[in-house]
């Protein structure tokens, strides 16, 4: 203790006297106690936190404001509580260059457990001016302050953070779906706090969410939207139902579904059932339906082709332009010259059937169709036809034996086999030539009446164009 007067600060800070300026900060002059914080502030020494900690709770609002920037200068995770204390201070001062210091300095502190420490605290003491900033700590390259800002977010309960919260979600959930790498902490943090702060406040902010570019992020607007009780909400569902993503409109709908909503038998009714993608109950809700159809006809799977097509016939409605969409409505129907007529057009379509088509039929079918348009191809059918004649016999008049002979002398012809060799025929159970059988009994497929594609190994198997039975395993 300073035996002669008032300790003088500015020798003590050029002697470096760290000790003696600590020993001034309990001086009972307010200005001593001032200079000597303001000395210590650069120096960031550790030993003197404490005791600025203790002049926080000081009656003199300049002494606390002192301290406060002695510590703020500082910075790590010793100064986040009494900063975070300092934010709670009568004096509009103190809380000023405490709020500069926690949201300039400690949230961007290069120690990432000041930073938690932080986030952490500005939650506990549920700091309304903490929102903007901890929205900005969501994004910390620290999954740790990550949590602790989101836990926050959630308890703080501005629905401010909802947007936010639902973008860093979908991000999280698309880097789990395409990497394999997320966060699950974060992921999980994120989704309870959205449980927390997604209620009837938030509608308005789920609404901007549905506006967002990234389809993920529309989902869990619809989705978070959908839990909401609310008559608002249903009217938001309803404007989703023709969102570009299908995923967003199947969403809504069944988010529809959930909130007690009932389709109406119109325009809207129709997009209701389409984003379902029950087809049917969409053409019931007349002529607006037909557009409907028409975009997610060339899109469909085979089997719900035939499902749309039923509502497009039940409309009276058929193809105008020669396009893919034509195409594919006259494939559908198996009507292969207004098919061929499409022209171009119908060329990817009809190469999707002969590629893929479950019904071997109708792949000979599309591939004479391409050959009618110019585009013969060497697969699936080495020689279409061969194939063709075949059927054609099957399908012809006379009894299964007349149907025999008549195949026989033509795959004669064709040089299939060679009945003066002694060979014989062996044919699959639906009638259809299948195998040579030579002189010395080995067996062998006739392929060009079959048709072929590559197995799971890229080896050619066989099938019976006429009843779909695989011909190699047995020949
Ligand atoms: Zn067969």
Same mark, same amino acid.
């Given at each position: =203790?300073?035996?002669?007067?008032? !300790? #003088?600060?500015?020798?003590l ?16 002059? @307010?200005s %001593?106690? /001032?200079a000597?914080?303001d ?7 550790? =030993?003197?936190?404490? @005791?600025?900690?203790e002049?926080?709770?000081?009656q003199?609002a ?17 100064v $986040? &509580?009494?900063? /975070?204390?300092?934010?709670q ?9 405490a709020?500069?210091?926690i949201?300039?300095?400690? =949230?961007t502190? @290069? ?9 952490t ?7 309304a001016?903490?929102? &903007? ?28 953070a ?8 979908a ?7 395409t ?6 902490a974060?992921e ?10 997604? #209620? ?6 789920l609404?901007?969410?549905?506006g967002?570019?990234?389809?993920e992020?529309?989902e ?5 939207l ?6 608002l909400?249903?009217r =938001? ?7 570009e993503s ?9 988010? +529809?579904?959930?909130?007690?909503w009932?389709p !109406? ?32 006809? @060339? ?13 497009l016939?039940?409309?009276?409605? &058929?193809p ?6 034509a195409?594919t ?5 198996? #009507? ?5 007529? $499409? ?7 009809l190469?999707?059937? %002969? ?6 039929r ?13 585009e013969?191809?060497?697969? !699936?059918?080495?020689? +279409? ?9 099957l399908d012809? &008049?006379g ?9 026989t ?5 064709e ?18 030539p ?12 006739i392929?060009d009446?079959?048709?072929f ?7 050619p ?6 009843? #779909? ?7």
């Amino acid at each position: =203790m300073p035996l002669f007067g008032p !300790p #003088n600060i500015a020798q003590l800070e050029a002697k470096r006297d760290i000790q003696g300026l600590i020993k001034a900060l309990s001086y009972k002059d @307010p200005s %001593v106690k /001032i200079a000597a914080a303001d000395a210590l502030g650069p120096v960031g020494d550790p =030993m003197a936190v404490e @005791p600025l900690a203790e002049l926080i709770r000081d009656q003199d609002a300049g002494v606390r404001r002192a301290a406060v920037r002695a510590l703020s200068a500082r910075g790590g995770v010793r100064v $986040v &509580e009494p900063l /975070i204390a300092a934010l709670q201070d009568s004096d509009p001062g103190v809380r000023d260059i405490a709020a500069q210091a926690i949201y300039r300095r400690l =949230m961007t502190d @290069p120690d990432q457990d000041a930073r938690r420490e932080t986030v952490t605290a500005l939650g506990r003491i549920k700091a309304a001016d903490a929102v &903007e900033p901890l929205i900005k700590s969501i994004a910390d390259p620290d999954e740790t302050v990550r949590v602790a800002a989101v836990r926050s977010l959630a308890s703080i309960g501005d629905v401010a953070a909802v947007t936010p919260l639902v973008v860093m979600l979908a991000r999280e959930q698309y880097r789990a779906k395409t990497t394999g790498r997320s966060s699950l902490a974060v992921e999980r943090a994120a989704g309870q706090a959205l449980d927390v702060l997604c #209620n009837e406040n938030a509608i308005d902010a789920l609404q901007a969410a549905l506006g967002h570019d990234d389809s993920e992020v529309r989902e869990l607007a619809v989705k978070r939207l959908a839990r909401i009780e609310s008559p608002l909400v249903a009217r =938001m569902l309803e404007s989703r139902l023709n969102d570009e993503s299908p995923i967003i409109r199947r969403s809504a709908a069944r988010g +529809l579904a959930e909130v007690g909503w009932k389709p !109406p038998a119109d325009e809207t009714g129709a997009h209701y059932w389409a984003a379902l993608r029950d087809w049917r109950r969409c053409a019931e809700c007349g002529p607006s339906a037909v557009p409907l159809l028409v975009a997610a006809f @060339p899109r469909a799977q085979a089997l719900e082709r035939l499902d749309i097509l039923a509502a497009l016939v039940s409309l009276g409605w &058929e193809p105008t332009e020669q396009d893919a969409t034509a195409a594919t409505y006259w494939a559908t129907q198996s #009507n292969w010259d207004k098919c061929v007529a $499409v022209g171009a057009p119908a060329v990817p379509v009809l190469d999707g059937i %002969v590629g893929s088509d479950p019904r071997w039929r109708e792949r000979v079918e599309a591939a004479a169709a391409l050959k009618a348009l110019g585009e013969e191809r060497t697969a !699936p059918f080495a020689r +279409l036809e061969l194939v063709q004649h075949a059927l054609g016999v099957l399908d012809g &008049e006379g009894t299964d034996e007349e149907k025999r002979a008549l195949l026989t002398t033509f795959l004669a012809e064709e040089h299939q086999y060679e009945p003066s060799a002694k060979q014989k025929l062996d044919w699959c159970q639906c009638g259809y030539p299948s195998t040579r059988i030579r002189k010395d009994g080995r067996r062998e497929l006739i392929t060009d009446v079959l048709g072929f594609e590559p197995d799971a190994s890229g080896a050619p198997a066989y099938f019976c164009p006429n009843c #779909n039975a695989s011909r190699s395993a047995t020949a």
